[in-house]
């Protein structure tokens, strides 16, 4: 079964990559990706622990990852940041 190995492989360098990245939505996106991966080649290689904790995983990623998006539109609808007067003593 080959295609189950391409399978874990892809996961594999999902996780690489979501270690590569510098701002956290693409390591979140990536991170989810990796998830639904990993859960489908625990499954289809009977690996029911990695399917169980990739299971757990999701969630919370999406979850941080919708987190995340909220966050940043409700920056956007507050409009610019205006700097802080400087202070003179």
Same mark, same amino acid.
């Given at each position: 079964?080959?295609?189950?190995?391409?399978?874990?492989?892809? $996961?594999?360098?999902?996780?690489?990559?979501?270690?590569?990245? #510098? *701002?956290?939505?693409?390591?979140? @996106?990536? $991170?989810?990706? #990796?998830?639904?991966?990993?859960?489908?080649?625990?499954?289809?290689?009977?690996?029911?622990?990695?399917?169980?904790?990739? *299971?757990?995983?999701?969630?919370?990623?999406?979850?941080?990852? =919708? !987190? *995340?998006?909220?966050?940043?539109? $409700? !920056?956007? =609808? #507050?409009?610019? @940041?205006?700097?802080? $007067?400087? !202070? *003179?003593?």
């Amino acid at each position: 079964m080959w295609w189950v190995d391409i399978v874990g492989y892809a $996961a594999a360098f999902a996780v690489l990559g979501s270690f590569c990245m #510098s *701002t956290i939505v693409p390591l979140r @996106i990536l $991170a989810v990706v #990796s998830n639904v991966l990993f859960g489908v080649y625990g499954v289809l290689a009977h690996l029911y622990p990695v399917f169980f904790l990739h *299971t757990i995983l999701l969630p919370i990623n999406l979850f941080k990852l =919708a !987190r *995340t998006g909220l966050s940043a539109e $409700a !920056r956007r =609808a #507050s409009g610019p @940041i205006l700097p802080q $007067a400087e !202070r *003179t003593e």
